[in-house]
């Protein structure tokens, strides 16, 4: 499943036309609130792999000041914090993929393994361009062959070396 969120549906919709042309079936969600992430993060049955396309900055996902001034009253300054989402994750099982800037933190990273999923990979900064379209791609594309999340995303970050900086949060690493 793809979660494309505000302003991010060009990317999405790019990953979806690469991996449906891999042959894979590709469920794409735009989301416009907040009350829609939660429905994808709380899914059942929950996806095996999740991406969320978006926008990020300083740990949150970015809705927008539109979303805000119509209701966001969870958001801080346009962006949904983890902390406001946490209790709502219910990912068993899942490898979740962030296509936002600066989502690869520890708080966003811990809110999607106590909710379940299996792996959480995300940008630890700010990736150059298209590049993380790419990235995303071949991390998807190593998960969908049977590579185990590390191999996958070594592999992403090597073929985008000093454009994408892909981090890695195991829920093994998370209990420890």
């Keep these: 499943m793809i979660a494309a969120l505000p302003d991010s549906g060009l990317e999405?919709?790019?990953?979806?036309?690469?991996?449906?042309?891999?042959?894979?079936?590709?469920d794409l969600r735009f989301i416009a609130t907040p009350k829609q992430f939660r429905q994808?993060?709380?899914?059942?049955?929950?996806?095996?792999?999740?991406?969320?396309c978006g926008h990020g900055a300083a740990g949150g996902l970015h809705f927008g000041?539109?979303?805000?001034?119509?209701?966001?009253?969870?958001?801080?300054?346009?962006?949904?914090?983890?902390?406001?989402?946490?209790?709502?994750?219910?990912?068993?099982?899942?490898?979740?993929?962030c296509t936002a800037c600066d989502s690869g933190s520890a708080a966003l990273a811990r809110?999607?393994?106590e909710g379940g999923a299996?792996?959480?990979?995300?940008?630890?900064g700010e990736p150059e361009g298209?590049?993380?379209?790419?990235?995303?791609?071949?991390?998807?594309?190593?998960?969908?062959r049977g590579r185990?999340?590390?191999?996958?995303?070594?592999a992403a970050n090597a073929a985008v070396a000093g454009a994408v900086s892909l981090t890695l949060h195991p829920r093994?690493?998370?209990?420890a």
Excluded at 12 to 26: D, I, P, T
Excluded at 40 to 52: H, R, S
Excluded at 118 to 124: D, L, N, Q, R, S
């Design 12 to 26: 999405a919709v790019a990953l979806r036309s690469v991996l449906e042309a891999s042959g894979h079936r590709v």
């Design 40 to 52: 994808v993060i709380a899914a059942v049955p929950a996806p095996e792999l999740l991406t969320i």
């Design 65 to 97: 000041s539109l979303v805000a001034s119509a209701g966001g009253h969870e958001l801080v300054d346009g962006f949904l914090m983890p902390e406001r989402f946490a209790g709502d994750v219910t990912l068993p099982d899942c490898t979740v993929l």
């Design 111 to 113: 809110t999607f393994l």
């Design 118 to 124: 299996k792996a959480y990979i995300a940008p630890a």
């Design 130 to 144: 298209g590049d993380v379209l790419v990235a995303a791609h071949l991390v998807l594309h190593g998960l969908l």
């Design 148 to 154: 185990d999340p590390e191999t996958a995303m070594a």
């Design 172 to 175: 093994e690493a998370h209990a």
